[in-house]
């Protein structure tokens, strides 16, 4: 017997019905999904290159396995309470009929769309060098299949991300987004855009409501929201805002405890223990154990 998936989350359908430009911070990590839940975020982007990175240490270059990230993305839709999530499937995994199993795999995880993309397999980093992409049609077969996939009354989205502009140009990407459109795909996410021109450029030309990279340190500029809304996105993603804060913050602590012997110092700021404690769920903990404490022992 065949089990309907649940429905995921609804902000993100929430905010593209009623036009809402959304922002959709990357979480690396289960602690930085708690943290931009309770920042007030109620959607986030699972990123294959910062859930590789922080999960294996190693680059997004299609070293992380399907039944990896499934699992990671998993826990991270359970650990986000609630958000709606943005998972990123790289290229589906494989043939066509890995696409379909990586569809439903994350459909049964809860996330609230599916991000496939058009490279080759195995893929690499969106702003890094070398990368290829299958044919147009290889593509447009994904996403056919992946819509045929999905099984829930209100399934995940699927979002269409093209790589081709590095390898083909600007115009390819852009017919490409056409044709991906034309095939179902519920957003266009046109990877690796450069300074504010292009973004304009691209934004008015697409057919579907579209997605923006903000990625920290990419070959993307990073603008306000209210620009690229302005703009004619439907919203933007932040995948490495999160995993560089934590890394810079790290890197300063364990440097002064490398110098002087101590965390102490004026000029090094830990989050709270307590509050640490309050995030990952002792809150609870406590209040069951006071509620059960007469039968203890």
């Given at each position: 017997?065949?089990?309907?998936?649940?429905s995921p989350p609804p902000?993100?359908r929430?905010?593209?019905?009623a036009?809402?430009?959304?922002?959709?911070?990357?979480?690396?990590?289960?602690?930085?999904?708690?943290?931009a839940?309770?920042?007030?975020?109620?959607?986030g982007?699972?990123?294959?290159y910062?859930?590789?990175?922080?999960?294996?240490?190693?680059?997004?270059?299609?070293l992380?396995t399907?039944?990896q990230m499934?699992?990671?993305?998993?826990?991270?839709?359970?650990?986000?309470e609630?958000?709606?999530i943005?998972?990123?499937?790289?290229?589906?995994?494989g043939?066509?009929?890995?696409?379909?199993?990586?569809?439903?795999g994350?459909e049964?995880?809860?996330?609230?769309?599916?991000?496939?993309e058009?490279?080759?397999f195995?893929?690499?980093?969106?702003h890094?060098?070398?990368?290829?992409?299958?044919?147009?049609?290889?593509?447009?077969?994904?996403?056919?299949?992946?819509?045929?996939?999905?099984?829930?009354?209100?399934?995940?989205l699927?979002?269409a991300?093209?790589?081709?502009k590095?390898?083909e140009?600007?115009d390819?990407?852009?017919?490409?987004?056409?044709s991906?459109?034309?095939?179902?795909?519920?957003?266009?996410?046109?990877?690796?855009?450069?300074?504010?021109e292009?973004?304009r450029?691209?934004?008015?030309?697409?057919?579907?409501?579209a997605?923006?990279?903000?990625?920290?340190?990419?070959?993307?500029?990073?603008l306000?929201?209210?620009?690229?809304?302005?703009?004619?996105?439907?919203g933007?993603?932040f995948?490495?805002t999160t995993?560089?804060?934590?890394?810079?913050a790290?890197i300063?602590?364990?440097r002064r405890l490398?110098?002087?012997?101590?965390?102490?110092?004026?000029?090094?700021?830990?989050?709270?223990?307590a509050e640490?404690?309050s995030?990952?769920?002792?809150?609870?903990?406590?209040?069951?154990?006071r509620?059960?404490?007469?039968?203890?022992?």
């Amino acid at each position: 017997m065949t089990t309907t998936p649940a429905s995921p989350p609804p902000a993100l359908r929430d905010a593209l019905a009623a036009g809402e430009f959304f922002v959709a911070p990357g979480m690396h990590d289960m602690i930085a999904a708690k943290l931009a839940r309770r920042a007030g975020f109620e959607i986030g982007f699972a990123s294959g290159y910062w859930l590789t990175a922080s999960a294996h240490g190693l680059p997004d270059v299609g070293l992380a396995t399907y039944t990896q990230m499934l699992e990671r993305v998993s826990t991270l839709v359970r650990a986000s309470e609630g958000m709606a999530i943005i998972a990123d499937a790289d290229t589906g995994y494989g043939g066509l009929l890995n696409v379909r199993h990586t569809v439903r795999g994350y459909e049964e995880a809860g996330v609230a769309a599916i991000q496939l993309e058009d490279q080759e397999f195995p893929k690499r980093c969106g702003h890094s060098e070398g990368k290829k992409v299958v044919p147009q049609e290889e593509m447009v077969a994904r996403l056919t299949v992946a819509r045929e996939a999905l099984r829930g009354e209100t399934p995940p989205l699927i979002i269409a991300r093209s790589d081709a502009k590095a390898p083909e140009g600007l115009d390819s990407m852009l017919r490409r987004l056409e044709s991906y459109a034309k095939a179902g795909a519920d957003l266009l996410f046109p990877e690796a855009l450069g300074d504010e021109e292009e973004m304009r450029f691209v934004a008015e030309r697409l057919p579907a409501p579209a997605i923006v990279n903000m990625a920290d340190g990419g070959n993307t500029r990073i603008l306000p929201a209210a620009t690229l809304a302005e703009m004619g996105f439907a919203g933007a993603l932040f995948p490495a805002t999160t995993a560089l804060a934590s890394a810079a913050a790290s890197i300063h602590a364990l440097r002064r405890l490398k110098e002087t012997g101590t965390s102490i110092h004026e000029d090094v700021e830990l989050f709270s223990f307590a509050e640490m404690c309050s995030l990952i769920g002792f809150d609870e903990v406590y209040e069951l154990d006071r509620q059960w404490a007469g039968l203890a022992g």
